[in-house]
């Protein structure tokens, strides 16, 4: 069974940081791109951050230079550090897994964790 299980999330101050994680199994993860994506109430699911099977790494403009992605093959795992966080970051954060090649869009994923929310507030 595929399963991607995203944990770390939670309530933090503006400025302040977080680490999220995925944790995936049922597949040959190192075989996989894996990404962040995000979704505020009342919008759309959009990209956050992906990283490819060599540890390339892309970002959505909104979060360059604050957020990184990281991957542990051995661990099959894929961390979101999430630094100088702000209001408007507030969302449910979903990892997402593709086979092989780098996607930005929703519907190029084949994998979904459930999400974890993530809430920056004072």
């Known amino acids: 069974e595929v399963r991607l299980v995203e944990s770390g999330g939670g309530l933090v101050l503006p400025g302040g940081s977080l680490r999220l994680s995925c944790a995936a199994s049922?597949?040959?993860?190192?075989?996989?791109?894996v990404g962040w994506f995000r979704q505020a109430p009342g919008k759309e699911r959009e990209f956050v951050a992906t990283?490819?099977?060599?540890?390339?790494?892309y970002y959505a403009d909104s979060v360059k230079g604050r957020f990184t992605i990281s991957r542990d093959n051995a661990k099959n795992t894929v961390y979101l550090l999430m630094n100088s966080l702000k209001p408007e970051d507030t969302a449910v954060y979903y990892c997402?897994?593709?086979?092989?090649?780098?996607?930005?869009?929703?519907?190029?994923?084949?994998?979904w964790g459930q999400g974890t929310q993530v809430t920056v507030s004072s």
């Open positions: 997402a897994a593709r086979w092989v090649s780098t996607g930005y869009n929703v519907h190029e994923y084949d994998y």
């Open positions: 049922g597949f040959r993860f190192e075989d996989y791109v």
């Open positions: 990283i490819s099977r060599t540890s390339r790494t």
